[in-house]
């Protein structure tokens, strides 16, 4: 038995045990997702310098964009919820700006959450129970791309969208000991652990 079964009987985390939830595509998107990047982030860094020294603070913390590739399956057709997901953050084709006030709005931030309705990417165990949920908060699509047609090939079409949030929420099935136990949530960990509030 491998070492990380010997003390939860439970397999390690496996890449192809996944959902994701994308909130105003038909079913969510659950089930002609393809590839997902889970949510990371960076801390910047403040450089102090004093004589022949440097010193190092941390600073802010940066969420970065994710991809998730979906296949197109026709019905729901992938590439006509997006457009219409793009169309309801605000942006309009200029056809007849001058002769329909409607096709002179913008993308606004708030149009562009409302229509893209969340992202929530669940990471599964081998019954389908979710021990890994990320939640991305003020979630806005940042890029689509169609892959594109070739004779040569019988793959499935793709559309892979990229996502711009604000923060991530993480939810855990495990306590920080690795055991089974009451669920975690990430920005609470600081002060289950002892540390100061986040």
Not at 31 to 36: I, P, R, T, V
Request: charged share 20%; aromatic share 12%; with cysteine.
């Amino acid at each position: 038995m491998a070492f990380w079964t010997d003390s939860t009987g439970q397999d390690p985390k496996r890449q192809f045990r996944f959902l994701v939830t994308i909130g105003n595509m038909p079913n969510g998107a659950t089930w002609f997702a393809k590839k997902a990047e889970k949510p990371g982030f960076s801390i910047t860094e403040i450089k102090h310098s004093y004589l022949n020294h440097n010193f190092y603070y941390p600073g802010r913390v940066d969420w970065k964009p994710i991809s998730i590739t979906l296949v197109d399956p026709v019905s729901p057709d992938a590439v006509a919820n997006t457009l219409s997901i793009i169309g309801g953050s605000g942006y309009r084709v200029p056809k007849t700006m001058a002769t329909n006030p409607e096709n002179t709005t913008t993308i606004s931030k708030a149009a562009s959450v409302a229509a893209l309705g969340g992202v929530v990417i669940q990471q599964i165990d081998a019954v389908g129970t979710a021990i890994e949920t990320w939640s991305l908060n003020g979630a806005f699509i940042t890029d689509v791309g169609y892959s594109g047609l070739d004779y040569g090939t019988d793959e499935l079409v793709e559309v892979t969208l990229k996502f711009r949030y604000d923060w991530a929420d993480c939810v855990t099935a495990n306590n920080a000991e690795g055991v089974a136990g009451p669920v975690n949530e990430f920005f609470k960990l600081g002060t289950e652990i002892g540390g100061g509030a986040p």
